[in-house]
């Protein structure tokens, strides 16, 4: 006798109280148009930024689509350890850390090939060291990671994930699944997508419920998500949200269950919403061993906005008393669970580590203070100052006088927070452009250094003399220290003086750590065919300088790429120096780079075009340089469609 089958009254009771809510209080169109947003999304690709509103538009896309500007060239550098560097000396495993960013609707300008300057603070992740997945999000259907987020965090050694996201709105869902040939298309065009991008895969979120006619929704869906690890390889990763169930239904479980776990096994990983507890990641702990999927596979997720006290209802997030926000990160290392931390407006900090603006300082006691300060020119410099804060003291009516505040100090200002062994094998390259010249102030850089046997920090000035700083203004600092582990790289300034006005230290242009044994121009690389470009006669933005590169060599590529990084767009070059005259107008990391009409502004008639290429570790290979009359480069010349120098 067959065993009867109830109905899932829960099921179709939460299908029937979505539907009601969708007729009764239907939500009413907001945002740009259509028109709106394909012109915008028109924008944003000129200058390196890339996403897809519909499924049209992912079903039209082919891999020669991309152009090189919107193309990361930084392949995923392996980390040295896969622990804290203060974690106990024991092997205690590190906690997996994933950062999903929502910063502001994503694909601001900053975020572009040419940024405008920076007249205030934008988001970047500062404790890059700790993090081991970074995932762009945005409210797209599919958000490609800016190639500036991706060469940040290949560098760092962090794993970069696109988005792939169904919302309750978003139309033909069904399209997600279709075959042709017997192949699931999609699948197969998000993993070419991720690698002619160059980022490390994808975070699946759909938030809505399957089609109700579909009767296999739910195994077709794990084939879907094991066909796109099968075509992204083991380099890549997928990653599943808990949102949507077996049973078709969004139905968050805030853990692994029965109801998630087939999605989980076919992706090979688990992002769990936010309103878990202990409970659940106990029994997520047994379900994980019984259906084989390792339990540093599945993170949970923390809420940073739930401590938003401009929502009518708080969001609840792990912990449940006040969880979120300043708690974040307490909990998850204290149960060893791997965390998921999600955000839409993180604190801001585009800089390294830097000191509070001028202003703040202004207002407090008297103190030295090292700060620093973007220099527009030439573009991409830290300027880093020093000043007295605090010059006059209140004495009655009358200030006191400037020699009552006369101090002397030694200030340090931590621009980078690292995690990199010391044992000798590595220097740090630091290109300065200008230092200052008085004879009361000594300045420098500083290391700070975690040993691991004695578990104490130790702090390393390496002060500037003219025999430190060698040709073409590098300094070459040695990172070596025994047991330890190098976890910030800073400036330091050690002065007597009462002067109120800043006091500029130097201008950093470049910090490279790379090996201090490394190959520099053996192979003869080269860059050839510089010349002009515009990719479109429609829009001034399309302009372009262009080059290529070349080498003596025809084994470079096997040769060069042992133990040293080798880009599929750029070869052996890390970034190119962009020069017009004097001026360096940008960094490019690709073979071509946008003009704007206000890179002319200092030129005369006629401009020298200059690219610097660096290698990969480092080195300096060569640099090419054209003239060109200004008035080709201006709006309107004469220019052409294909390359020429």
């Known amino acids: 006798m067959e065993a009867t089958t109830f109905p899932d009254w829960k099921r179709i009771g939460r299908r029937i109280g979505k539907r009601l809510r969708d007729v009764l209080n239907p939500c009413p169109p907001t945002g740009p148009s259509v028109e709106e947003r394909r012109a915008q999304r028109l ?130 869902m069904e399209r997600l699944l279709m075959r042709k040939g017997g192949v699931l298309t999609l699948a197969k065009q998000l993993a070419e997508m991720a690698g002619a991008y160059g980022f490390d895969g994808w975070l699946l979120n759909i938030e809505q419920d399957s089609p109700t006619a579909y009767g296999t929704w739910s195994e077709d869906l794990a084939n879907f998500l094991s066909d796109l690890r099968d075509h992204l390889g083991t380099e890549k990763r997928v990653i599943w949200y808990d949102s949507l169930t077996t049973g078709g239904d969004v139905y968050y479980q805030n853990g692994l269950t029965s109801l998630n776990a087939p999605f989980a096994e076919a992706a090979n990983c688990l992002f769990t919403n936010y309103k878990w507890n202990e409970k659940k990641l106990a029994d997520t702990s047994l379900l994980a061993n ?189 990172i070596q220290q025994e047991n330890a582990i190098l976890v910030s790289i800073g400036v330091f300034v050690e002065c007597e003086s009462h002067q109120s006005i800043p006091i500029t230290l130097m201008d950093i242009t470049r910090i490279v750590i790379r090996p201090r044994k490394v190959v520099t121009a053996d192979f003869g690389f080269r860059i050839v065919n510089l010349g002009l470009k515009k990719r479109s006669l429609e829009t001034d933005a399309e302009r372009r300088i262009v080059w290529h590169w070349e080498s003596e060599s025809r084994q470079h590529e096997k040769t060069w790429s042992v133990g040293m990084p080798w880009s599929h767009t750029t070869g052996p070059f890390s970034s190119f120096t962009v020069r017009i005259g004097e001026n360096t107008i940008g960094e490019a990391y690709c073979l071509e780079f946008p003009l704007r009409n206000d890179d002319l502004n200092d030129s005369g008639e006629i401009v020298t075009i200059s690219v610097i290429g660096h290698l990969f570790g480092g080195g300096l290979a060569h640099s090419t340089s054209i003239t060109v009359a200004r008035a080709v480069l201006m709006t309107g010349g004469p220019w052409r469609t294909d390359v020429w120098s």
């Open 290 to 478: 019984d259906v084989g999927l390792a339990t540093t596979s599945v993170f949970f997720g923390i809420d940073l906005w739930a401590q938003n006290t401009n929502m009518p209802k708080p969001r609840v997030t792990y912990p449940p008393e006040g969880g979120g926000g300043t708690n974040t990160g307490l909990r998850p290392l204290r149960v060893g669970t791997q965390a998921s931390l999600s955000s839409q407006d993180p604190q801001p900090n585009l800089l390294p580590a830097l000191a509070k603006t001028w202003d703040e300082i202004n207002k407090g006691p008297i103190t030295r203070v090292v700060y620093g300060e973007i220099n527009t020119i030439p573009q991409a410099s830290l300027k880093v100052l020093t000043k007295l804060a605090g010059c006059y003291e209140e004495a009655g009516d009358q200030p006191m006088s400037r020699e009552s505040t006369k101090l002397s100090s030694l200030t340090n200002l931590r621009l980078f927070s690292l995690n990199m062994p010391a044992e000798g094998t590595l220097v740090a390259c630091i290109d300065i452009q200008g230092k200052h010249d008085n004879p009361d102030v000594a300045c420098g850089f500083s290391m700070t250094f975690f040993d691991v046997v004695r578990q104490v920090y130790n702090q390393v000035p390496y002060a500037l003399h003219p025999y430190t700083i060698h040709q073409d203004n590098v300094v070459k600092l040695p």
């Open 43 to 172: 924008r944003d690709s000129a200058i390196g930024l890339v996403y897809f509103d519909t499924f049209e538009e992912v079903e039209s896309w082919n891999d020669a689509d991309p152009d090189p500007i919107q193309q990361a060239n930084q392949p995923l550098l392996r980390r040295s350890a896969d622990r804290i560097y203060n974690a106990p000396v024991d092997d205690c495993p590190k906690t997996k850390l994933l950062l999903c960013h929502d910063y502001k609707g994503g694909y601001h300008d900053y975020e572009s090939v040419r940024p405008p300057p920076m007249t205030c603070e934008w988001y970047s992740c500062k404790y890059l060291q700790f993090v081991d997945t970074f995932v762009y999000f945005s409210h797209k259907l599919i958000s490609i990671p800016p190639p500036t987020w991706i060469n940040a965090l290949h560098r760092s050694g962090v794993q970069v994930l696109g988005t792939f996201l169904v919302e309750p709105q978003t139309p033909l």
